[in-house]
Each structure stands twice: as structure tokens, then as C-alpha cells.
């Protein structure tokens, strides 16, 4: 298969929308740090299009056969999504290793909904999601902002620290 070239994503190119979409789909999966070392032809809202195809995919096949919660819940986590980036950014700036603006992070956090797909695989798809999910983000991050993969690391990890750590102490609940 074709890899992200100078151009960008295949998504963000003229490969059309039929061929580039699952193109993309496959680099974000699967060539994280190939897909995100190219640098970006069409920016960030070409990345929430192809969120909000991806997010609400999903919903609209499992949700009608009683298989999934309805379409709410896949809107609520595709509107966490740029608060997540903005906040990823953050800590991604606060560990020295933001080299780019937000618009980088939120493009990456863009692409990498592309892991949502795996929510099809039963009982265990939610799990695997959401660990692809990291995955692609910590290499994405730090392939797109050119910085050690420990940084990126602490700043997607150290979230996920901090929920757990407010909901073990009650603060936060479920």
C-alpha cells in the first residue's frame, strides 16, 4: 500500500475520498509514525472530517442493531476530543516537547479516531480501541512534533494518571 508522502495523508490529498479514506485509515493504524512524520497538507480540519466520519461510523451500524449505545455517547466523545488534544498539548509543551502549534495535536488526535473502527471486534473491542487509540497517539505526537517518545509518553499518560487518581479518591465518579 502506498505510504503518506511530502504531500501529506492520502486523505488530505487528491486521492479522493473513497481510496484516501481507507488509505489513511491504514497509515494512522498501522505506519503511525510514517503517517505523522509527513507534514500536513490540509491541516487539522480535514482531520475533524475525517473524525466525524469515523466516530459516527460505528453508531450508525451497531446502534440500530441494538449492539452499541445511541449515537449521543459517540457525539459527546468526539466533542472530547479537541479538549483532550488541547490538553494533551499542554502537557506535551509543559515536558519540552511541543514543537509545533495546537493545530498539530489536534490534527494528530484527528487521524488517530481512526482507531474508533476497532470497537467492531467483540467483547473486547472498546479495550482495544482505546489502547490503539494511545498508541497512535503517543507515536503520532511524537513523529508530528519531532520529539523524544518519552515526552510524548508523559503527555499522554500522565491524563489518564490523573483520572484515575481523582476517581481512586472519589472526587471524580462514574
Known amino acids: 500500500m502506498p505510504g503518506a508522502d511530502a504531500n501529506g495523508l492520502p486523505f488530505e490529498t487528491g486521492s479522493g475520498f473513497l481510496a484516501g479514506l481507507p488509505l489513511t485509515v491504514y497509515l494512522v493504524l498501522l505506519k503511525p509514525k510514517q503517517a505523522f512524520a509527513a507534514p500536513a497538507r490540509a491541516g487539522w480540519p480535514r482531520a475533524m ?31 472530547w476530543m479537541p479538549f483532550n488534544a488541547g490538553l494533551v498539548h499542554l502537557l506535551l509543551w509543559a515536558v519540552g516537547g511541543a514543537s ?7 490534527r494528530v488526535a484527528g487521524y488517530a479516531q481512526a482507531a474508533i473502527l ?22 503520532g505526537l511524537a513523529a508530528a512534533h519531532q520529539t523524544k517518545l518519552a515526552r510524548s ?22
Open 100 to 106: 509545533q502549534g495546537f493545530t498539530v495535536t489536534l
Open 49 to 79: 472530517i475525517f473524525a466525524v466520519i469515523l466516530s459516527l461510523l460505528p453508531a450508525a451500524i451497531l446502534w440500530p442493531l441494538g449492539l452499541a449505545p445511541g449515537p449521543g455517547l459517540w457525539l459527546a466523545a468526539l466533542l
Open 118 to 139: 476497532l470497537t467492531f471486534i467483540p467483547v473486547y473491542g472498546l479495550w482495544v480501541f482505546a489502547l490503539w487509540h494511545l498508541a497512535v497517539m503517543i507515536i
Open 153 to 174: 509518553i508523559a503527555a499522554n499518560v500522565l491524563p489518564i494518571l490523573l483520572a484515575l487518581g481523582l476517581s481512586a479518591t472519589g472526587w471524580v465518579s462514574g
